[in-house]
């Protein structure tokens, strides 16, 4: 049924979550740092204000915007520095950084080539350039950078990733595999190197998965699409128990994520046919997206399988009305009598 469409959504999510500014694993605001992060921003402000001409302070303040995901006030501050010197490789990688979050390509571009032109051999230019290439899917220029940087030093996890990112858009998984196992051995924190093995084995049917998708959870227990595929690969495998187990991390970490309650409503129907829970779960689902056309149809078909016909064919409705494509809505509808 349709809970194969909700987890390519989120393979689908994964492979596309790696951009310009997140193949590394890099800081993450929190709440526990929360004051932490505002005492470094007002320290900066009072240092800048002291000393209103150092590019090194403005670098530092976008670093931190950046960090924050604050795009204006970090481009201002990194064009500043740029202004005051223009000779820093950093600052231009940085600008970079900023121009792909606001979808100025031709910029990325240019400020890339800046950095490398004051400094060739500067590896974080060129991985960045690199990934700036996959977005352009130039991948003969995606493995050009990269081993330019490789060749300055070869345990840069992030060049093996981004080969592996190249090698699966080329539909190339053996290469694929090669790189980000070469990736994880480089750097054992690498997290979206974990997760993208774990989902090429996951298609394979390859128990081997589990073992990278607890690799992930344990690089970043809070991002939950590892915990979710982990729970579709145990429920896929008639493994209900540590698929539940796996759904309640991700709501642990994403208390609203309607992918998992419906999950855990779709084991129930499906597999334990435990058809009140089955109901319970469907109405969490929604409760949060009144649009979930599947979560309508399969609560009512658990009310159908309950002999509540007349809540069967509301849900049915709900469906249908939501979406007037939903064919096992309509067959629904044919079962239960409008």
């Not at 924050?68 to 223009?86: C, H, P, R, Y």
């Not at 990688?93 to 900023?98: A, E, Q, T």
């Amino acid at each position: 049924m349709s809970h194969r469409l909700t987890y390519l959504l989120f393979i689908v999510f994964v492979c596309l979550s790696v951009t310009i500014s997140s193949c590394g694993d890099g800081k993450k605001v929190t709440a526990s740092n929360v004051g932490d992060t505002l005492s470094v921003l007002s320290n900066l402000d009072l240092l800048i204000a002291e000393d209103d001409d150092n590019p090194e302070l403005y670098f530092q303040r976008a670093e931190y915007h950046f960090e924050n995901q604050n795009v204006f006030s970090g481009t201002a501050d990194i064009e500043k520095a740029i202004q005051l010197d223009s000779t820093k490789a950093k600052y231009f990688n940085l600008l970079s950084d900023f121009n792909f979050m606001t979808g100025r390509i031709p910029e990325v571009k240019i400020n890339l080539s800046n950095a490398l032109r004051l400094e060739p051999e500067n590896t974080d230019a060129l991985l960045k350039y690199a990934e700036f290439q996959l977005y352009l899917q130039d991948y003969p220029l995606v493995f050009e950078n990269v081993n330019k940087a490789l060749r300055i030093n070869q345990f840069l996890g992030k060049g093996y990733f981004l080969k592996g990112m190249a090698y699966i858009e080329m539909k190339d998984t053996a290469m694929a595999v090669s790189s980000f196992q070469t990736c994880v051995e480089q750097d054992a924190e690498y997290y979206h190197a974990h997760m993208q093995l774990g989902l090429i084995f996951s298609a394979k049917n390859d128990p081997i998965c589990v073992s990278y998708f607890n690799n992930a959870i344990r690089v970043n227990p809070e991002k939950p699409e590892a915990h979710y595929a982990l729970g579709y690969f145990y429920q896929e495998h008639g493994q209900y128990e540590e698929a539940m187990m796996n759904y309640d991390n991700m709501l642990k970490v994403s208390p609203q994520n309607a992918a998992a309650l419906y999950n855990k409503g779709y084991i129930n129907l499906v597999y334990l046919e435990n058809y009140d829970e089955a109901i319970q779960w469907f109405t969490e689902v929604v409760k949060m997206d009144q649009r979930y056309a599947d979560a309508y149809y399969n609560r009512g078909r658990a009310y159908e399988l309950k002999g509540n016909k007349s809540a069967a064919r509301q849900d049915f409705e709900n469906a249908v009305r939501v979406d007037p494509e939903h064919k096992l809505g309509a067959l629904g509808l044919k079962r239960v009598g409008k």
